[in-house]
């Protein structure tokens, strides 16, 4: 038969015979809680058969604890919390996101990153054997030391070309661009033919221009 604790939940199987035709007081394993439990079968209210030596005496029963009968007979109390899920979804979707925007600021940041690099570590990016990047020259002017003068009663624009690029370079053209404000006045283009310029190198340069048009404010020199 099975017996359930009433203070608990935990349910065991448990001998009838234990239990008797009258019931017994009975106490739970788990919470000791103690309650007299009746027969699993309905008394029939008539005293034990009388024998040839006598009056059957009544048999004396003591109070005895509820334990599963063999290992694993016991069975699970009905209010056992249900096992706590864990929500994989949300973390696999914290993980898509966290790598995306590290691996977008690692490609925003890449040419920063490299230059920060150790050398040893630079030549792991770019293994022995491996296509290098092919080299271009990259000109253009300092505008920190360019400026236009009055010599002699004439403009005269002089400053520093600079190669930034990887490889010799020369120009051919010095292109001005004549403002007011945001507004663009005129251009003009002039021949400056320089160079070769090694990478990282600087060369002077300077060109007679002729008078700029009536109320320029600022010039924005080029070459090509």
Known sequence: MQVTCSNCGARYAVDPAAIGPTGRTVQCVRCNHRWFQESAAPSTGKP????????????AVPDFVIRPSTPGAGLPALTTPPPRKTNWGTWIAFAIVFGVLFGGAGYAYRA??????????????????????????QVGIDMAVTKIDLVDGRYVVQGELVNTGTAPGTTSRLKLVFRAGN????????????????????????LPLDEPPSGATNIIPTVD
């Open 48 to 59: 034990p058969a009388d024998t040839e030596a006598g009056p059957a005496a009544p048999v």
């Open 112 to 137: 920063e990153i490299k230059a920060r690099l150790p050398e040893s570590w630079r030549s792991l990016l770019h293994p022995k054997g491996a296509a290098a990047a092919p080299a271009r020259p």
């Open 183 to 206: 507004e663009v006045l005129a251009e003009r283009a002039m021949p400056l033919i320089e160079g070769p310029i090694a990478p990282g190198a600087r060369m002077s340069f300077k």
